[in-house]
T-cell receptor
Framework: GAVVSQHPSWVICKSGTSVKIECRSL??????MFWYRQFPKQSLMLMAT?????????EQGVEKDKFLINHASLTLSTLTVTSAHPEDSSFYIC???????????FGNGTRLTVT | GQQLNQSPQSMFIQEGEDVSMNCTSS?????WLWYKQDPGEGPVLLIA?????ELTSNGRLTAQFGITRKDSFLNISASIPSDVGIYFC?????????????FGKGTRLSVIA
């Protein structure tokens, strides 16, 4: 069964509004979670590393004030896309390691469409 | 960010044929992973490789971790229509699992019945 749960699966919002995406680890604790973005017919690109109890680490070119990440507990990380624009429309996917030598498992992704 | 060199980019094969795809890197990875992604879903882990030279099978899938730790391949034998999808290789440098994956660009597989 799924070890990482992501919600919502899809969301449509108007330009200028904010959208929150949740990523939960099921049956295990994750001090670290990763957020990726995937544009059509492209690979997954890392946006940021979410660290429980501390600030997220953002990849170069990713605006931290636009993509707010909060990792308030050992089982939940949230990504908030603030003041969304049509170019933010994408597939957002989170992942979490289940432990040492354990491969990363992914959520089912969130399809964001900004109109 | 860094990406792995994955080839081929796409493949069109007849049902029943075998498939082979590979990934290379200019740097060493301590773990190699292969994922399959269906449209609108997150990647699903197929095979994980932890040791250089390791050869691992999962049903009709076989993958190997290159001796140099800079490459890996995935073979699919006797392909079936449900094998259609995008296959991604991914590498991990830190075996603790607390570092992100580096992905290849994907191989889009189409199976003709």
């Amino acid at each position: 069964g799924a070890v990482v749960s992501q919600h919502p699966s899809w969301v449509i919002c108007k330009s200028g509004t904010s959208v929150k995406i949740e990523c939960r680890s099921l049956d295990f604790q994750a001090t670290t979670m990763f957020w990726y973005r995937q544009f059509p017919k492209q690979s997954l690109m890392l946006m940021a590393t979410s660290n429980e109890g501390s600030k997220a680490t953002y990849e170069q070119g990713v605006e931290k004030d636009k993509f707010l990440i909060n990792h308030a507990s050992l089982t939940l990380s949230t990504l908030t896309v603030t003041s969304a624009h049509p170019e933010d429309s994408s597939f957002y996917i989170c992942s979490a390691p289940t432990g040492r030598h354990s491969p990363l498992h992914f959520g089912n992704g969130t399809r964001l469409t900004v109109t | 960010g860094q990406q792995l060199n994955q080839s081929p980019q796409s493949m069109f094969i007849q049902e029943g044929e075998d498939v082979s795809m590979n990934c290379t890197s200019s740097s060493i990875f301590n773990t190699w992973l292969w994922y399959k992604q269906d449209p609108g879903e997150g990647p699903v882990l197929l095979i994980a490789l932890y040791k250089a030279g390791e050869l691992t099978s999962n049903g009709r899938l076989t993958a190997q971790f290159g001796i140099t730790r800079k490459d890996s391949f995935l073979n699919i034998s006797a392909s079936i229509p449900s094998d259609v999808g995008i296959y991604f290789c991914a590498g991990l440098k830190d075996i603790s699992g607390n570092t992100p994956l580096v992905f290849g660009k994907g191989t889009r597989l189409s199976v003709i019945a």
